[in-house]
């Protein structure tokens, strides 16, 4: 699959012509990251890509999960209570 770029567009630019931006995103399945003084800020993409992008995440997560609990189950590490794993967080 070809990556598509993205276009860049000011914060006062994409001020002047919102729905525009929007349009463009949502039915034309653009890509546009916003820059505030130069810098990239944020980004408007299509809600396919964000549930393209949540679900490499949870695919991560889980096998971040997996990882661990074959840790714990070969006695290469130990679960502890919440409240003990607040404590060390300092939550």
Known sequence: ????SARVLTT????EDFADA????????ERIVLERHGKQVAALIPIED????EEIEDRHDS???RRVLARVASKK???I???EARKKLKL
């Open 81 to 83: 209570p919440w409240s």
């Open 77 to 79: 590490e130990k679960l």
């Open 22 to 29: 929007l349009n463009r995103v949502a039915y034309g399945k």
């Open 63 to 65: 096998e971040a999960a």
């Open 1 to 4: 699959m070809a990556r598509r």
């Open 50 to 53: 964000l549930s393209a992008l």
């Open 12 to 15: 006062s630019e994409i001020r």
